[in-house]
């Protein structure tokens, strides 16, 4: 199988996953910007690719010819450039089982599409501002309607949105400002099967973005919204979506149709959602590694670099 961008946490913990459960079984093919010699992942993989970076225009033509080359039967887009970088260069029936969720692309490449998919199915968003509904003053959130990674997401004031030029308040989302904590829910869902398991996340540290300690735990009203998107996405895999509070109770603030960064860390308490991911689409058993129950407290759970002498 195929693990793009190497380099990320989540591909890592992936790649981790699969050897864990399967061992040598499953033949994987990593790529990166980076060489192996800087990319761990490559250590676990059986062949490591130095292709151009994924938000680059290059990226998904090299994929597809390492997909014919290197005879690849299975394909896990597992952050949000590889998602609109192959949406419509790999079609669902082809030759490489893509394992991603139905209307992935549309839902990745705009935010305001992923809120009324959200809404049509009665789960609440935050409120959303167009120009002439935005409040006389006092602070909005706005972030990019194709964002990731939290970036040019940011607080404004009302009045500076509106004398923004219409072309960049029309690429924006412009919503009332919500409150912390933020949740992030990991969402294992086999829409074919029925298996379901979904575990919240809370950051407790962060550490130049990286979430370093957390609390998980089971939330039946989160695990009930994760099932219903899960049924809606005809999902076969690991998702992940956020909460945050507003001024009228819990809302989804960000709905990803990819793994968490931090989904390893459900792994560390016996929940493998990654390795689940797998098991789905490959015909494996898939309960075992969803089945450990979390403490109704919840738990902790730390992270730690590691070091690697590299090949
Ligand atoms: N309405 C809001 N009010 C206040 N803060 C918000 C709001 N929406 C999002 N945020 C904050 O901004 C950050 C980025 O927002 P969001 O998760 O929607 O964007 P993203 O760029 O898709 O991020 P990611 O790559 O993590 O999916 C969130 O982690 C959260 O802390
Ligand atoms: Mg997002």
């Given at each position: 199988m195929l693990l793009c961008a190497a380099e990320a946490g989540v591909v890592d913990a992936m790649a981790r996953s699969i050897r864990r459960v399967w061992n040598a079984d499953i033949r994987i093919v990593t790529t990166d910007s980076h060489p192996a010699s800087l990319v761990t992942a490559s250590l676990l993989s059986d062949r490591h690719v130095q292709v151009p970076?994924?938000?680059?225009?290059a990226f998904a033509g090299h994929v597809l010819e390492i997909i014919r080359s290197q005879a690849i039967t299975d394909y896990a887009p597992l952050n949000d450039h590889e998602i609109l970088a192959l949406d419509s260069a790999l079609r669902p029936g082809g030759d490489v089982a893509v394992w991603s969720c139905a209307r992935a692309g549309e839902l990745t490449r705009n935010k305001n599409a992923a809120y009324d998919f959200l809404i049509d199915l009665g789960i609440r968003v935050p409120r959303r501002f167009a120009v002439d509904e935005l409040p006389e003053s006092g602070p909005v959130f706005v972030k990019p309607l194709?964002?990731?990674?939290?970036?040019?997401s940011r607080l404004m004031q009302a009045e500076d949105v509106r004398d923004l030029s219409p072309a960049v308040r029309d690429s924006l989302i412009i919503q009332e400002v919500c409150e912390s904590p933020e949740i992030t829910v990991d969402s294992f869902h086999d829409h074919v099967t029925g298996h379901h398991r979904s575990l919240a996340r809370e950051r407790l540290i962060t550490k130049s973005g990286v979430c370093v300690a957390a609390r998980l735990y089971e939330d039946d009203k989160l695990s009930d919204i994760a099932f219903r998107i899960g049924e809606a996405l005809h999902q076969r895999g690991t998702i992940c979506f956020q909460t945050m509070r507003s001024e009228t109770g819990p809302v989804i603030t960000d709905l990803n149709l990819r793994p968490g960064a931090g989904t390893s860390m459900d792994a560390a308490a016996g929940l493998d959602l990654l390795a689940a991911m797998v098991a789905c689409r490959t015909g494996a058993p898939v309960a075992p590694l969803i089945a450990a129950r979390v403490p109704k407290e919840g738990i902790h759970i730390t992270r730690q670099y590691h070091d690697h002498v590299m090949p």
């Open positions: 970076a994924i938000d680059s225009p194709k964002g990731n990674r939290s970036r040019g």
